[in-house]
């Protein structure tokens, strides 16, 4: 089923080389705009270790690091044209990078940004089993929590693409609460038409 999305994004990647549009954002600032939403899950007290599930060029690591945080991170993509650029764009930090999600370990928190969003031309049902069993594993993934973005069913009708997966807010949100864990946070007011699912352990 991922194969077609692996091409998709390793087409991103060779087109537009390690920049927001290689992940397939519109630009630098959405893209940080996510790493702010989805980076409120952490506590920075201490030094912590992260799973970057989708991890692109590697572009959360960078902000990590730009912004004084004390980490151990492991990116994993299903893109090895993507993999390639974030070994070549963090190259000498000591970052570690897998390409199956079987080869990644249990770490304080898994991030994952736009992994739920391009399904090109797989129907709502298998999607959205493949999403439940993805965050299954993310909660297996993480000792401490886990964060994750979504677009948003509430977005506007006549900006909807086919090809993207639009998720129910409230279904997700309801979910996590009851697979997961009490503490949980749903964060829909940053401009963007999509929201982000933050849950503490």
Known sequence: ML???RRYYSGKIVEHGPTARGVDWNDEASQE???EQLLKLLDSSSPFTVNDYGCGYGALARYLEGRGYSFRYTGFDISEEMLQRALA???GTGCRFVNRADELEPADYTIASGVFNVRLNVADEPWEAHVLETLHRFDELSRRGFAFNMLT???????MRPDLYYADPRAIFYHCKQSYSRWVSLLHDYG???FTI???K
């Open 89 to 91: 764009f963090l190259s």
């Open 192 to 194: 963007l038409y999509e």
């Open 153 to 159: 069913s509430y977005s506007d009708p006549e900006r």
């Open 33 to 35: 705009l996510r790493f």
């Open 3 to 5: 194969d077609a999305v």
């Open 198 to 200: 933050l849950v503490r």
